[in-house]
């Protein structure tokens, strides 16, 4: 089993991708919403320009704060584990916005 890498980065977020429970086509994006990065990141062996948070109530408050740094056009900074990984997108593990 690889060990856990946490990266981090500040970026701003152009675009949302919620994936419902239901959807039949990519399946491995159910129940996650896709942040996508309006520059390019360094989270190591993962995609740079997106990071994948998991859709679950003990998620909401992150989603929460997701979605209002994005209404307010602010940064915000991603840090996402390297072990935890949908396709070549790694997982978000703590979201915060900078003042």
């Known amino acids: 089993m690889a060990e856990a890498t946490e990266y981090?980065?500040?970026v701003s977020v152009t675009n949302l991708l919620p994936v419902i429970a239901s959807r039949p086509v990519e399946g491995n994006s159910i129940?996650?919403?896709r942040i996508y990065f309006s520059a390019v990141t360094n989270?190591?062996?993962c995609r740079?320009?997106?990071?994948?948070?998991?859709s679950t109530t003990a998620n909401n408050h992150v989603l929460a704060i997701l979605l209002t740094a994005f209404a307010q056009g602010k940064s915000v900074t991603v840090y996402v584990d390297s072990t935890l990984t949908n396709e070549d997108v790694c997982q978000v593990t703590v979201l915060t916005v900078p003042q």
């Open 43 to 45: 989270f190591g062996t």
């Open 31 to 33: 129940g996650y919403t």
């Open 48 to 54: 740079t320009t997106a990071a994948d948070l998991q």
């Open 8 to 10: 981090s980065a500040t």
